[in-house]
């Protein structure tokens, strides 16, 4: 099948010129100006290069080019001109053009430039093709977003992925620190071998070395048969230390050594084990100022963070909202039966507005309930969750400090639980956070005299 080209000139000799001579190879369209060819664009899809002479009468072909690459991103693009200088040659370049030509054409050079806009084009789309297939094959496909901020993240993960070395994964709970860990895996070498995922939090200080390390037949009063630990069992894979900032200072020290050496001795025994892993850590406290107040090792700190991949609050990317939205409710639409069309503008604009405490993790809660509760048809207004609708109902939230992560992370915690009137249960679901860890930090806040 022929490709199709857009041939714009507001001299119809030259651009008749030019479509016969294109037309043996190419299924040729011609437009006199700037418009026309626009509504072309817009009737015919399977254009997919545009030739357009620069000087015309309206909008000239710089103005042009820059409406067509927005209405089609993809789309090749050749100028012409009669007053071919180097400026106007490179601001054309920028604005997206594949190539520059000089009037009167030359119609051989015209069919070799032709040829090669549309031949690195094909090229491009194939790569971007196989990163897409790529991204959905080993896990990036989990991870949405357009904003700047995600694109950094994903830039991070395709260069650090394939190395060795170790990562510490920064950001607010539920902001997706775990899916960040599963696509460093899968897109690395180490794709085939295990990944192995530890909550520090969850454990205290014996139960968590011997979750680490293992342990022996004897080694303590409960230990009533050898254990491989999780740094054992992810041998030749990834382990994955979630909420890093808990272990205790006495693992810290231990950490620190399997960082340096990759071995370590199963609690209860002298053995060294050696193993091969790669290290993936996550945090959603600000580490750094941990270290500041003495209260995480400088050592340990500096070699988690070879690559520091930090994740932003969902409140810092809302363009990326609508994306969010779609996605969930396309998954939990086929995942329920309903019939769930889509969501109307002023629902989204709702959902637009808040302030997701709980970043991603809250937003993909909210979009379930409303896709589980909705009779079908478009999610509207009188769908949405109470609290999404009215994001200033806690003063608290208007108060949230510029400070620290862990700053920002009290100021967040207090705020929900005023919002929810202290409900711990619902603040923990509106935070994105378990139960176990709200309950871990409101004794900490305790400890500093502040009761919630």
């Known amino acids: 099948m022929k490709a199709s080209i857009l041939i714009v000139d507001d001299e119809k000799d030259t651009r008749e010129l030019m479509a016969r001579a294109l037309g043996v190879d190419y299924r040729v369209t011609t437009a006199p100006d700037a418009e026309q060819a626009i509504k072309a664009l817009e009737a015919d899809s399977s254009i997919v290069l545009l030739l357009s002479d620069v000087r015309m009468p309206g909008a000239d072909g710089i103005q042009l080019l820059k409406a067509a690459k927005k209405l089609r991103p993809q789309l090749a ?51 971007e093709s196989l990163r897409s297939e790529l991204d959905v094959k080993h896990g990036l496909e989990d991870i949405t977003g357009t904003s700047d901020a995600m694109q950094e993240v994903f830039r991070l993960i395709r260069q650090a992925a394939p190395t060795q070395a170790t990562v510490l994964i920064e950001g607010p709970s539920g902001t997706g620190k775990e899916l960040v860990a599963h696509a460093l895996h899968a897109l690395s070498p180490r794709a085939n071998g295990p990944f192995v995922a530890v909550e520090c ?24 048969a050898r254990r491989i630990g999780r740094f054992e069992a992810a041998d030749g894979g990834t382990i994955f230390l979630d909420e890093i900032s808990e272990i205790p200072p006495s693992t810290q020290v231990k950490l620190l050594r399997v960082l340096e050496t990759r071995s370590f001795e199963r609690l209860g025994s002298s053995e060294t084990i050696h193993t091969d892993i790669r290290i993936v850590a996550a945090c959603n406290r600000d580490l750094a100022q941990l270290v500041r107040e003495g209260k995480f090792r400088e050592d340990l700190y500096y070699r988690l963070a070879v690559i520091d991949i930090r994740l932003p609050a969902l409140r810092e990317r809302r363009g990326d909202i609508p994306l969010l939205v779609t996605r969930f409710l ?4 086929a995942a329920n039966g309903n019939r769930v069309t889509g969501i109307t503008p002023a629902a989204m604009k709702i959902l637009e507005s808040y302030d997701w405490p709980g970043n991603v993790r809250e937003l993909r809660n ?3 309930r409303m896709v589980v509760l909705s009779p079908g048809g478009q999610i509207d207004v009188k769908d949405v969750p109470d609290f999404s609708r009215a994001p200033s109902v806690s003063p608290a939230l208007q108060v949230i400090p510029a400070g ?40 900490e806040y305790a400890k500093e005299g502040i009761q919630a």
Do not use: W
């Open 366 to 368: 909210a979009v379930e």
């Open 201 to 224: 939090a969850a454990l205290n200080g014996n139960l968590l070395e011997s979750e680490l390390f293992g342990h022996e037949k004897g080694a303590f009063t409960d230990a009533v």
């Open 404 to 443: 620290t992560l862990e700053e920002t992370e009290k100021a967040r915690i207090l705020a929900a639980l005023e919002q929810v009137h202290g409900n711990r249960s619902r603040a923990a679901q509106v935070l994105g956070i378990s139960r176990r860890t709200l309950y871990r930090k409101l004794d």
């Open 77 to 127: 693009c050749i100028l012409l001109t009669a007053f071919g200088t180097v400026d106007l040659a490179v601001e054309a370049m920028k604005d997206g053009a594949d190539d520059f030509l000089t009037k009167p054409v030359d119609l051989d050079q015209l069919d070799l430039r032709v040829a090669k806009a549309l031949k690195t084009r094909a090229l491009e789309a194939e790569v």
């Open 330 to 333: 396309t998954e939990f639409s």
